[in-house]
């Protein structure tokens, strides 16, 4: 059996049976649409590989198959023998391999070295066999020649927007923004000893096994080689993807043979801890990842969702949206945003949110209450969840709690892991809290406490206060730059460097001054926190602005980091603004409710109180008035409790 997280387990069935009857539909579909076009051998598992890269959208689907199979004759790849020459050798010359670690955001990591292959000695044939579609999210071609750049340059202005925002060439040091240098391999400036060998070994038993498990009416699908591996903890919060998420597709397949039979088994992974509870650096199936390819040690990385494949038949990235909380469904125009706050007023809005707050956590706690780990939470009762916590490099191969911070990934307005939710760092933890700014990329951080507050330590002073003032915490050294103080706010300009490297990266800092703990800016005033909210996402406009093509994530930049003191009130509050503002923006509604259910979903129990329930909604109203959503918002009443109207 192989060890998975017990949160990504529920996750994995609750989102394969929310989706069960569509998966079934679509693969029947598509199996009946190749069957009505001669192709009658075709096993269920590669179908769904098809499915999977078009979102399951049949007609795209087949498309998508008519030009792979066009590309197989044409490149006459009619047969895959992966333990025989020439792919034999091919594999062996250890030119691609998967490295057992992932990336800062849970994906996968390939390595291609460009300088290990020789187009005089192997065919492209040989290249190309085994090709499946991939659903690629980003290529980083590292240390490219200037004879690939130049050209490069010019041929990005004639692809299309996705494509272009996600292919970009990066220099060898700047690989570190993307990759935590404990997951990159020594030659490309990493800490790691990948065994090649063992990744074959790892290969050949997964093929054997899959050649007597994959069969459809006594045919085995030749040309299907899965990296039959289980997933590592998700990233990217509770598991929304279609079709049961990040399985793989024979895996996938297997399950849809039976729909009675929910059980996941398979071989060993390649690397695994035998614990229960974690399995976050073996590989898997998915290729969920980067592929890192190298010229002069030019590397390649190629970030993908689902199942990553080579070769021509493949289109290259898919069209999938980058999307997070916050679009969708159940949105209300401003004026029907007033009309119901005006109805519920604030007694109705408390009795909203109570209905909120009663539900049970959407995962489990297992990492955050081991006994090395509890004593990194600031408060006992406020806990990380499992499946959307951010893993830090693990320092000690020994320990591996080393990994764990309270901290977890939340999604923005159609933006995966927009945000990081923690707690307001204990002196213990500082150096974890700057390691993870350092290996997330974050550029900007929001504090929404006063270190102190009615005599009380909210937070750590975890960052220089003075101008010229510098402090070092496990190998990272912070230096302040320059402080701009408003009435509600101080901004403080920060250098963060990477004693180890040397390599240095500007950090704006935020901290909300007048936001009172377990409530709402005095006096309920919102346009402060408009105006704040406002300033963060042009500071982070900017540094994203500022990092060029060294960075090739979503188009809004590597995740903010918003805290206060546990993480989860004026967090909560702050980020359900801010996703509501983006959404408004660009589609004219709102939706409160569902917006915060989402965020609670990632960052257990976010907006603790009912008045910072009431406030999100009274400041999206302000916000629509001051904007020109609305002309104005007569609230009249608000404050009074609701009249008993059931006499």
């Not at 074959?200 to 045919?219: A, E, V």
């Not at 007694?347 to 209450?369: S, W």
Request: net charge neutral; proline share 5%.
């Amino acid at each position: 059996m192989e060890f998975f997280d017990e949160d990504f387990l529920f996750n994995v069935e609750r989102a394969f049976v929310r989706n069960w009857h569509r998966f079934l539909r679509a693969t029947k579909a598509f199996l009946d649409a190749l069957s009505e076009s001669g192709a009658t051998c075709v096993s269920r598992a590669t179908a769904i590989k098809f499915l999977f890269a078009r979102k399951f959208d049949v007609t795209r689907a087949h498309t998508l198959w008519r030009q792979h199979e066009a590309t197989r004759r044409r490149e006459g790849l009619n047969k895959f023998e992966p333990f025989e020459d020439p792919l034999k050798s091919e594999l062996e010359t250890g030119k691609f391999t998967i490295l057992p670690t992932r990336d800062a955001t849970g994906a996968a990591i390939a390595v291609f070295t460009a300088n290990k292959h020789f187009p005089s000695l192997t065919t492209h044939q040989t290249t190309l066999q085994g090709g499946y579609p991939a659903k690629l999210k980003k290529v980083l071609i590292v240390t490219a020649p200037l004879w690939f750049k130049a050209p490069f340059r010019i041929l990005r202005l004639f692809v299309r927007e996705k494509l272009r925002e996600r292919v970009h060439t990066v220099s060898a040091p700047q690989l570190g923004v993307h990759v935590p240098r404990a997951s990159l391999p020594r030659q490309l400036g990493g800490q790691l000893e990948p065994d090649h060998a063992a990744w074959l070994d790892h290969c050949k038993n997964c093929y054997t096994n899959n050649l007597q498990n994959s069969k459809l009416d006594g045919i085995i699908d030749e040309y299907v080689i899965s990296n039959h591996i289980p997933a590592v903890k998700p990233q990217n919060g509770i598991i929304e993807h279609e079709v049961g998420c990040d399985m793989t597709s024979d895996r996938a397949a297997r399950l849809c043979e039976n729909n009675t039979d929910m059980h996941i088994s398979g071989d060993p992974p390649y690397t695994c801890d035998t614990s229960p509870l974690r399995n976050t650096h073996g590989y898997n199936g998915d290729m969920k990842g980067r592929h890192i390819n190298s010229g002069d040690e030019d590397d390649l990385d190629i970030s993908t969702r689902g199942t990553w494949s080579s070769g021509e038949a493949s289109p290259g990235l898919s069209d999938e949206e980058c999307g997070g909380g916050g679009g969708g469904a159940g949105g209300e125009t401003p004026a029907a945003l007033l009309a119901r706050v005006r109805a519920l007023r604030r007694r109705g809005l408390a009795a909203e949110y109570d209905d909120i707050r009663a539900r049970p956590p959407n995962g489990t706690f297992h990492h955050a209450k081991l006994p090395s780990n509890l004593a990194k939470n600031r408060y006992t009762d406020v806990l990380c969840y499992d499946h959307s916590r951010v893993l830090l490099s693990q320092t000690d191969p020994d320990d591996p709690t080393t990994d764990y911070i309270n901290a977890n990934y939340v999604d923005g307005y159609k933006q995966k892991n927009a945000f990081i939710c923690t707690q307001g760092p204990l002196p213990k933890t500082f150096g974890d809290f700057w390691r993870m700014v350092w290996e997330q990329g974050t550029l900007v951080i929001v504090m929404t406490t006063r270190a102190i507050e009615r005599g009380r330590v909210k937070c750590g002073q975890y960052w220089p206060l003075t101008v010229g003032q510098r402090v070092t915490h496990a190998g990272y050294s912070i230096a302040n730059e320059l402080v701009e103080q408003d009435d509600d706010y101080t901004i403080t300009h920060l250098v963060l460097t990477d004693l180890r490297t040397e390599q240095s990266r500007r950090v704006w800092h935020g901290q909300y001054t007048r936001w009172p703990d377990y409530g709402v800016p005095g006096g309920g005033r919102a346009q402060p926190v408009l105006r704040f909210l406002q300033r963060v996402r042009r500071a982070q406009q900017r540094a994203r602005a500022d990092l060029g093509d060294a960075w090739a994530g979503h188009s809004r930049g590597p995740p903010i980091i918003v805290h206060c003191s546990a993480g989860i009130g004026r967090t909560g509050t702050f980020l359900t603004l801010d996703i509501c503002a983006l959404r408004l923006a660009a589609e004219g509604v709102v939706d409160v409710r569902g917006t915060v259910e989402r965020i609670r979903a990632q960052r257990a129990h976010s907006i603790q109180m009912p008045d910072q329930y009431v406030f999100c909604h009274l400041a999206l109203i302000e916000h629509a008035v001051m904007n020109g959503y609305l002309e104005s918002a007569d609230l009249t009443g608000f404050d009074e409790d609701n009249e008993d109207e059931s006499e």
